[in-house]
């Protein structure tokens, strides 16, 4: 198992990001892609991402890639851009010497291809390929989907910022998931490599992931920022396709439950106060705290007191019913343990 060792201060730096990564999303999603494991959640993506993507870019990405044992650390940048195309960037911006070291531990897993030797000797011409490549796969297999996959990774943040806002960072760390135990001071994360990771004082980010599979990963060379990636919660509909010619997400909860009622469930996806669900929706705060009332009644948000005012969070059976798929009765695979980095 993989042991993360926190100090005093380690623990006063525990972040949960707020949104999903994107180049962490693509890489693990190329992991899926060549599994078979959860079809209720993935099955439909892999039919349309196979569909989609030209077989010889496919290729380039699977070579560095294997669903199992290591990728290497520079196709997810410790210190991510603000969007995609920014953190692309500083991709294919990593020193050529890190490159080539990467894709050497690469060779322990699979044999080096013309492809990854061209890589590894830093040719221009090849990380202008793994750029194109790389955008062509987002375009398809993250691109339609990330506003689903935003609703989801937004949600497990707010559920972790109220365990750790209302129990503290202990009982964030104790139920980050089934895999990972919280044994103070030490983080044990099974299924992974023997090692330890000492934090020294610099904390770690803990990121949400829609793609994340059973067991949590993070980069492999130490002395990167810390990050530990862990699978949110996987239900059928998380990955909700919209196209540009399609009716927004909004339009069949309308249907069902009004628009306002259906905006003010989505702002409850971050979490807010009522004042705030107020001005998301456009309505008073009378009719906002309205709102609230009925969603919570039908199971759909939380509210709990924060001070001097109360904050609204959705639930599962919220989130289930924004994916419009899905139910809680609907039984997932068991897990399986898999060697990560």
Same mark, same amino acid.
């Given at each position: 198992?993989?042991? @993360? =060792?926190?100090?005093?201060?380690?623990?006063?730096?525990?972040?949960?990001?707020? /949104?999903?990564?994107?180049?962490?999303?693509?890489?693990?999603?190329?992991? &899926?892609?060549?599994?078979?494991?959860?079809?209720?959640?993935?099955?439909?993506?892999?039919?349309?991402?196979?569909?989609?993507?030209?077989?010889?870019?496919?290729?380039?990405?699977?070579?560095?890639?294997?669903?199992?044992?290591?990728?290497?650390?520079?196709?997810?940048?410790?210190?991510?851009?603000?969007?995609?195309?920014?953190?692309?960037? &500083? /991709?294919?911006?990593?020193?050529?010497?890190?490159?080539?070291?990467?894709?050497?531990?690469?060779?322990?897993?699979?044999? &080096?291809?013309?492809?990854?030797?061209?890589?590894?000797?830093?040719?221009?011409?090849?990380?202008?390929?793994?750029?194109?490549?790389?955008?062509?796969?987002?375009?398809?297999?993250?691109?339609?989907?990330?506003?689903?996959?935003?609703?989801? #990774? $937004?949600?497990?943040?707010? =559920?972790?910022?109220?365990?750790?806002?209302?129990?503290?960072?202990?009982?964030?760390?104790?139920?980050?998931?089934?895999?990972?135990?919280?044994?103070?001071?030490?983080?044990?994360?099974?299924?992974?490599?023997?090692?330890?990771?000492?934090?020294?004082?610099?904390? @770690?980010?803990?990121?949400?992931?829609?793609?994340?599979?059973?067991?949590?990963?993070?980069?492999?060379?130490?002395?990167?920022?810390?990050?530990?990636?862990?699978?949110?919660?996987?239900?059928?509909?998380?990955?909700?396709?919209?196209?540009?010619?399609?009716?927004?997400?909004?339009?069949?909860?309308?249907?069902?439950?009004?628009?306002?009622?259906?905006? +003010?469930?989505?702002?409850?996806? +971050?979490?807010?106060?009522?004042?705030?669900?107020?001005?998301?929706?456009?309505? $008073?705060?009378?009719?906002?705290?309205?709102?609230?009332?009925?969603?919570?009644?039908?199971?759909?948000?939380?509210?709990?007191?924060?001070?001097?005012? #109360?904050?609204?969070?959705?639930?599962?059976?919220? @989130?289930?019913?924004?994916?419009?798929?899905?139910?809680?009765?609907?039984?997932?695979?068991?897990?399986?343990?898999?060697?990560?980095?």
């Amino acid at each position: 198992m993989l042991r @993360i =060792h926190f100090t005093p201060r380690d623990l006063a730096r525990v972040t949960v990001a707020a /949104t999903p990564a994107p180049l962490w999303e693509v890489l693990l999603s190329l992991h &899926m892609l060549q599994q078979s494991d959860g079809r209720l959640v993935f099955e439909d993506w892999r039919r349309h991402v196979r569909a989609k993507v030209a077989p010889d870019q496919m290729r380039l990405l699977l070579e560095l890639t294997p669903p199992k044992g290591y990728s290497p650390d520079f196709l997810t940048p410790a210190e991510a851009g603000p969007d995609f195309e920014t953190t692309l960037e &500083m /991709t294919l911006a990593t020193p050529r010497q890190e490159i080539r070291h990467q894709l050497e531990l690469l060779s322990k897993y699979r044999p &080096m291809s013309p492809w990854t030797r061209e890589l590894a000797q830093g040719e221009r011409a090849s990380l202008h390929k793994l750029g194109r490549a790389i955008r062509t796969y987002h375009a398809a297999a993250i691109a339609p989907y990330w506003k689903s996959i935003g609703t989801h #990774v $937004s949600a497990d943040h707010a =559920h972790r910022g109220e365990a750790l806002a209302r129990h503290g960072v202990d009982r964030l760390l104790s139920t980050l998931h089934p895999r990972v135990r919280w044994v103070a001071p030490v983080l044990q994360v099974l299924d992974m490599h023997d090692r330890d990771l000492y934090l020294d004082g610099r904390g @770690i980010q803990l990121q949400p992931s829609a793609f994340c599979w059973q067991v949590p990963t993070k980069l492999r060379d130490p002395e990167l920022k810390p990050i530990l990636v862990y699978p949110i919660q996987h239900a059928p509909g998380i990955l909700r396709q919209q196209s540009m010619d399609a009716l927004p997400s909004s339009e069949p909860l309308s249907s069902l439950l009004g628009s306002t009622r259906a905006a +003010a469930l989505e702002a409850a996806v +971050a979490g807010c106060t009522t004042t705030e669900l107020a001005k998301r929706c456009k309505i $008073s705060p009378a009719a906002a705290s309205h709102q609230a009332t009925v969603l919570r009644q039908a199971g759909l948000i939380t509210t709990r007191r924060a001070g001097a005012s #109360v904050r609204h969070e959705v639930t599962q059976l919220g @989130i289930w019913l924004l994916s419009g798929h899905g139910s809680g009765s609907l039984r997932q695979p068991q897990p399986q343990p898999r060697m990560t980095a």
